[in-house]
Each structure stands twice: as structure tokens, then as C-alpha cells.
């Protein structure tokens, strides 16, 4: 026993096992302190409000799931079947709505279809006296749709573009129309990425606190910041949080419940669907796709670019550099302390499969599933009770120091950066090991080379591209995070994310406009370099075939 | 003449025949093998056949029925062609029971029941009826595949590459038991192999092909006189 203990001990069980526990406990804190006593503030929320926001929550999270999935799969349908005119063009600018965050294109929306906006001006100048409100549930919805298809439309992209023709071929000569090869063949086999595609909706849905406040769309996030600031009880905040982690673990279990003992891939063997081109009908597929983008990317940022028109002197300042350099700063951190881990425990991952391995992952891919709101409850207590243990460390150091040192300081929010976004780079980490196999890293330990020396001249060089992706996902999704910076960060600290909030929550969209355009603009570039580098690969792939 | 293929033309590109000028009759229930190296075109003349590729000339006459000449094209879908995927082309996400139902969608529910089991009854499969595809190992899944193919009556039976996914032992007696399946239901079949003695113990005529062109042709006695 000991010996086998012995001989799986090392750097990246160890990695493994101290993330996990690292995840776990915060987590576990808000499930302890729901034994605390109800507050008067609780009975208010459970009688008056909870009822309002779980029907809100379900709504918004019901149509944004149908509108986006459809959108999605529509768009990676079109871009892998067809071919036309600007297919190529369209096929990576269609991912670009992502680098919008929800809140931002909120502001742009709201202020556009306001009464002095651009929308109502125009809708003036032509004769019409009427006016659009978006900022409603529907309105969020619309706007959610916008931003967030772009997780449905890669994975069916994917998906679609590894389904092998011949179970399609296979139908037709069943004699299968094209309408039921589509319903009970292409649909049904694109499932698993239209689902997963459509849960990452609902999580970052439930994660938005932005669009959500400054719509006054009540929901569960809005929820918990409204119980924690303006209640200011923590504990009926705790309470929510946990509502809202068993409605996300359930929407999870209830989707691996339905698939049941079906499997969706069979053989490696694919032989691509051949791209077929546009019949007369279908012309206005591609007009669509192009009415997306423009809805979803280019007029917002249009709209931005003309706000800062108006922004004169607020432009380039010192402030705003230092604004830049802290998000890309803080982003590049965390990113290279997630892309550390990820590798840790992918290495962790291979070799045998056992079920502690399976489920101790599971526990630490656990972040993204869960909201920003609830994760920075979880890791304030945490860094909290953390304090009041090194308190005595704290005083041995400087006599004079307070009790609050790590709490108060950058690293609470960098440890929940790697909570929330360890999933997003272990599973691309982890798809790449899995493409190049084992016997690699087996021939390297075979020649007597250590285990570290393996990952660093032999894995590493391996799995560079997967590295580039993990790493530039996570930093997007790091540069544009909202809800966890504003409760988590010091005090007076700022990024590009929280001075787009705080400017807009006070009506400055001119003020907002230069700190939004640098973010959209960094996030597109690294969805450029993303898209580009796999293409690249790709190509590669081909020569080498 | 049961099937009549006369003067086919294909290529992918132009000036590149891939099927030059071939022609080929066969009778009722006859079991032709077409024999041939990797790029000779013996796959591609297969979905020619079953109207996945359209030829630029030729014509294709089965059971007196015009599939394809100059003025006619009938697409996959409505030609009754049955066909056994190198890979099979189970679909994974639906179990024995759906994958053999799948083309007997005309009939009513009863007969399509009925079908599906006459199909295991055939294969000897009946007790997979509930299982998925992955749940099969390899021969299994051939013959769910043969039992999908044969389900709506297919006028033909076309097979590409049966065995390739088999090994050695496995295909010995998959080999006969598809024989024996074919013969039983007196299904008339084109069946394509790189492998000489897949060919040798199924086909009642072995058909060479190279370069496009068929350039040989064995009559098999031994199996013609074993089904008479």
C-alpha cells in the first residue's frame, strides 16, 4: 500500500491534490454557513423576492439558451455546408461578438435606444414617434443572445466538421429525405457540442452581473450583490448562492441524465461532409450571418468609436494607461498561474484511469460552473479565515500590521481568476494531451529522463499550440470578468471591466467609450491570433497527412 | 440482364477519369467481387452505383428500372440501394432496434416491428436488439449494419471493403456467415476487396480493376455450384 502510495506520489499528484483542496474548502464554507440563523433580511428575500427572482432566473436563462443554441447551430450549419462568397472571412468573424462583453454592448444598446439616442434620433428624423426599450427582459435576452452564441456556433462548428459523411450517406440511402437526415442524423449527432456549447450560455448567463444590474432585470446574481451591499447581509447572500449552485448542478445533472447510455461517436475514421453551394433560396443565409455580426460586434463598436468623438481629452491619459497595464497585467498573471496548474493536472490525468482521478478533476474544473457572485463570496470568507490563521505569522513579521493582509491585497482576487477559469484551460490542455497520446512522454521515461525534464523538452514543445489556446481563452475571459473583480479587488483598484461599470452605472458612456474600445480591441486581436493559429495548424495538419 | 452497366465515366476533376469506360451485366442473385489496389477506383464505382456520385457518362439499369442515362438521374435517397459502409455507419446515437427501422419508415409500425426482428432472426442477433452500437464489437456491428441494409428490400446489395475492419480470425468466419446471409436471401450483390481471398470465398465472379478500367474477370465455379 505504501509503496504504491509512494510510487504516485509526485509534483503533479501533489499539484493536483492541493488545487483541489483549494477549491473545495471555500465552496464548502458556503454550504456550512447555511446552518447560520435566518436574518430578517432573509425572511424579507424568501417571502417578497425569491419567488420573483427564480421565475426571472429561469425565464432569462430559458429564451437566452433557445435563441443563442439556435443561432449557434444555424451559423456553424451554414459556414460548414455551404460555400459562398466570404464563407472564410465570416467563418472566424462570427466568434468576434465574444470579445463585447454582455454589460458593454448593454450600455451601447441602452444609450443607442434611449430618448437622445442614436436609434430614437433617427426613427425622429424619418417621420416616427415611436420608441424601442431594451432595456427589459427581452431586451437582455436579445443582447445576451448577441454576445454569448458565439460558445454554441465553435462547438458545432467542431462537431460538424469531424461528422463523418458516411453516416450521412449511410441515411440517405435508406431513403431518408434531407429534412430527416438533418432531424434524426446531423441534430442528434451534433448534441453533445450543442449542449455543452449552450451550458457555457446558461453559466456565463447566470455570471453576468453587468447587463443585468444596469437593466434592473432582477435575477439571482443581481440577487446576491443586492443581499450582500444593499441588505448588507452576507449570509442571506450565502443562501442564494447556494440556491443558485444546486440550479446550475441540476441543469448539469439533468443533461448527463437524458444522454443515458447513448454515445455519439463511434470510429475515427471521418471522411468530411463535402461543402455543397448555395441554392437560390438559400442566398440569404450568408446575409443573415452577416446581420449577426453586424448587430453583434460591428455597431456597437461603431457606436463606441463615435462616442469618442466627444471624449476629447479623457483620451490617452496616464490614468488609462495605468488601467490598461493593470488588466493586461493582472491577466497575464493569472493566466500563466492557470496555464502552471492546468499542465499539472492534465499530467495528473494521464497514465491509468481511476475513478479518484475522474472525480478529484471534476472537483477542480468545478469554477466555471459556478457564478462570479457566488465564487467571490466563497473566496472572501476563505481569504478571511485565512487571515485570522497567519494573524500571529502576520504580527512575528510586523508588529504593527492589522488583521486583514491577504484579504485586502490583489492576490484574493488573482486565487479567484484560477478558480473560476482553471476549467476553461485544463479542457484545452487536456484535449492536446490527449491528440498526441502517451508513447511520447513513455520512450522519454523509457531513456531514463525525469519527469520534469519529459514535460519540459518533450510534452511541452508537443502541446505548444493547445498552450497558445488555453492561454488566450482564459485571458480574454479574464480581461472582460466583471462581477468578481468589483467584489474582490482592492480597494481603489481598477481595470478596464470595472471603469466601463462604474463610468456607465453613472450615465459617462463617453467616458466609458475609450476603456471599452481597448478592451474589445485586445480581446479581438486575441481571438484573431486564437482563430489564425489554429487555422495554421490545421494547414500543417494537411501537408503532413 | 438483372443489372446493366454500360460505358460509366467518372472523375473528380476534370481530365482525370477515375472510372474509365466500364461495363458490367450481372443476373439475379449473383454475387460479384471487384477486385483491386488502393486508387483503382473500385470504392468509387460503388457510389456511382448507389447515386452518391454522379457519372459524366454511362448508364446504370437495375431490375429493369433506369437509374442513370443521359436524360434520367435518380438520386440516392429514392434508387433502393442497399450499401454496407466500410465503417459501418451505425448511428451511434440510436440502438439496434432504431438503426434497422430507420429506412422502414413507409411501412406501418407493425410491419416495421415484424421487419426489425425477421433482420435479427437473420443475423442471429435478436438478443441486441436494445443495445447501441458501441456496445458491439466489431463482427456484431457488420452484421446490425448488413441486417440495416437488407431491412427495406434493397434491389442491390453493395459492400465496401466488409472485412477491412476485422481481424484475421474474426474475418474467417464473418466470411461465411455473410455468404451464407446473402445466398439465404438471394440478394443480388457487389461487394469490393483489396483481398484475393475475400474475393476467392464469397463472389460467384471476381471483377479486376486498375486504373479505372476493368481488366479481368473470373468466373468462380466452385462457389456458383455450391449455391445451386
Known amino acids: ?222 440577487a446576491i450583490f443586492n443581499a450582500w451591499f444593499s441588505f448588507g447581509d452576507v449570509i442571506s447572500a450565502i443562501r442564494l448562492s447556494a440556491i443558485l449552485m444546486l440550479i446550475v448542478f441540476g441543469i448539469v445533472f439533468l443533461e448527463r441524465a437524458i444522454r443515458g447510455r447513448r454515445r455519439y461517436n463511434l470510429h475515427s475514421k471521418t471522411r468530411p461532409v463535402e461543402r455543397v453551394e448555395l441554392k437560390n433560396s438559400q442566398k440569404i443565409y450568408p446575409v443573415l450571418l452577416w446581420m449577426v455580426l453586424a448587430f453583434g460586434f460591428v455597431i456597437p463598436v461603431l457606436q463606441l468609436l463615435w462616442f469618442t468623438r466627444f471624449a476629447n481629452n479623457t483620451l490617452f491619459n496616464i490614468e488609462m494607461m495605468y488601467l490598461i497595464v493593470n488588466s493586461i497585467s493582472i491577466a497575464v498573471f493569472a493566466t500563466f498561474i492557470i496555464v502552471v496548474i492546468a499542465i499539472m493536472l492534465a499530467n495528473f490525468n494521464r497514465g491509468r484511469a481511476s475513478s479518484f482521478k475522474k472525480s478529484w478533476l471534476k472537483i477542480t474544473n468545478l469554477g466555471y460552473a459556478i457564478p462570479g457572485a457566488v465564487l467571490a463570496i466563497a473566496v472572501h470568507m476563505f481569504f478571511i479565515d485565512l487571515d485570522h490563521m497567519f494573524y500571529p505569522l502576520y504580527r512575528f513579521v510586523n508588529p504593527e500590521t492589522g488583521r486583514l493582509v491577504l484579504s485586502l491585497s490583489l492576490s484574493m482576487l488573482v486565487f479567484a481568476y484560477v478558480l473560476r477559469f482553471m476549467a476553461i484551460g485544463y479542457n484545452s490542455i487536456e484535449a492536446s494531451y490527449d491528440k498526441i497520446g502517451e508513447s511520447f512522454t513513455e520512450a522519454a521515461y523509457a531513456l531514463k529522463s525525469s519527469k520534469i525534464k519529459t514535460l519540459w523538452t518533450i510534452d511541452l514543445p508537443l502541446i505548444k499550440t493547445g498552450l497558445l489556446s488555453a492561454a488566450i481563452i482564459v485571458f480574454i475571459d479574464i480581461i472582460k470578468e466583471l462581477p468578481l473583480t468589483l467584489i474582490l479587488r482592492p480597494t481603489n483598484y481598477n481595470t478596464m471591466a470595472t471603469i466601463v461599470h462604474e463610468y456607465a452605472s453613472d450615465e459617462m458612456l463617453i467616458e466609458a467609450s475609450i476603456p471599452a474600445l481597448v478592451l474589445i480591441a485586445v480581446a479581438s486581436l486575441m481571438i484573431y491570433i486564437l482563430t489564425h493559429a489554429k487555422q495554421k495548424r490545421g494547414a500543417a495538419n494537411v501537408r503532413k497527412n | ?124 442477433m435478436e438478443e441486441k436488439i436494445d443495445a447501441y452500437p458501441h456496445e458491439l464489437s466489431g463482427g456484431q456491428q457488420q452484421r446490425i449494419a448488413l441486417a440495416r441494409a437488407l431491412a427495406p428490400k434493397p434491389s442491390i446489395l453493395l459492400l465496401d471493403e466488409p472485412f477491412s475492419n476485422l481481424d484475421t480470425d474474426l474475418k474467417l468466419k464473418i466470411r461465411q456467415e455473410l455468404k451464407m446471409i446473402i445466398k439465404k436471401t438471394h440478394m443480388t450483390s457487389i461487394f469490393v476487396t483489396h483481398d484475393y481471398e475475400d474475393a476467392h470465398d464469397i463472389a460467384d465472379r471476381i471483377i479486376y480493376l486498375e486504373n479505372g478500367r476493368i481488366v479481368d474477370e473470373i468466373v468462380m465455379e466452385h462457389n456458383q455450384q455450391n449455391t445451386q
Open chain 1, 1 to 222: 500500500m505504501l509503496r504504491r502510495i509512494k510510487s504516485k506520489l509526485n509534483l503533479f499528484t501533489v499539484t493536483s491534490i492541493i488545487a483541489g483542496l483549494l477549491i473545495i474548502i471555500p465552496l464548502l464554507n458556503i454550504f456550512v454557513e447555511l446552518t447560520a440563523p435566518a436574518s430578517d433580511a432573509w425572511i424579507h428575500i424568501r417571502t417578497y423576492l425569491l419567488g420573483r427572482y427564480l421565475r426571472n432566473t429561469f425565464v432569462l436563462i430559458f429564451y437566452v439558451s433557445i435563441l443563442s443554441a439556435s443561432l449557434g447551430f444555424f451559423a456553424a450549419y451554414v459556414i460548414t455546408r455551404y460555400e459562398f462568397k466570404g464563407r472564410k472571412l465570416l467563418s472566424w468573424m462570427l466568434i468576434l461578438p465574444l470579445a463585447v462583453p454582455s454589460y458593454i454592448m448593454a450600455y451601447v444598446y441602452g444609450d443607442m435606444t434611449s430618448y437622445s439616442g442614436t436609434v430614437s434620433r433617427f426613427f425622429r428624423s424619418i417621420g416616427y414617434d415611436g420608441y424601442i426599450n431594451v432595456m427589459t427582459m427581452q431586451g437582455a435576452v436579445i443582447i445576451f443572445t448577441l454576445t454569448l452564441y458565439p460558445y454554441v456556433y465553435m462547438m458545432v462548428r467542431s462537431a460538424l466538421q469531424k461528422q463523418s459523411a458516411s453516416f450521412i450517406e449511410s441515411a440517405r440511402l435508406l431513403g431518408a429525405s434531407k429534412w430527416k437526415v438533418f432531424w434524426r442524423v446531423v441534430l442528434p449527432l451534433a448534441r453533445p457540442a450543442l449542449v455543452a456549447g449552450t451550458l457555457l450560455v446558461v453559466l456565463e448567463t447566470l455570471n453576468d452581473y453587468g447587463l443585468v444590474e444596469y437593466f434592473n432585470v432582477q435575477v439571482f446574481s443581481f
Open chain 2, 1 to 124: 440482364m438483372y443489372v446493366k452497366i454500360e460505358s460509366l465515366q467518372f472523375g473528380y476533376v476534370k481530365d482525370e477519369q477515375v472510372i474509365n469506360d466500364v461495363s458490367l451485366s450481372m443476373k439475379e442473385g449473383e454475387i460479384v467481387a471487384i477486385l483491386g489496389s488502393s486508387g483503382s477506383g473500385k470504392s468509387t464505382l460503388l457510389r456511382i452505383l448507389s447515386g452518391l456520385e454522379m457519372p459524366n457518362k454511362g448508364e446504370i439499369v437495375i431490375n429493369e428500372e433506369t437509374l442513370c442515362a443521359t436524360q434520367v438521374y435518380i438520386e440516392a435517397e429514392k434508387r433502393e440501394v442497399g450499401m454496407v459502409f466500410q465503417d459501418y455507419a451505425l448511428f451511434p446515437h440510436m440502438n439496434v432496434e432504431k438503426n434497422i427501422a430507420f429506412g422502414l419508415s413507409r411501412l406501418p409500425k407493425s410491419c416495421r416491428k415484424a421487419r426489425v426482428k425477421e433482420m435479427l432472426e437473420l443475423v442471429s
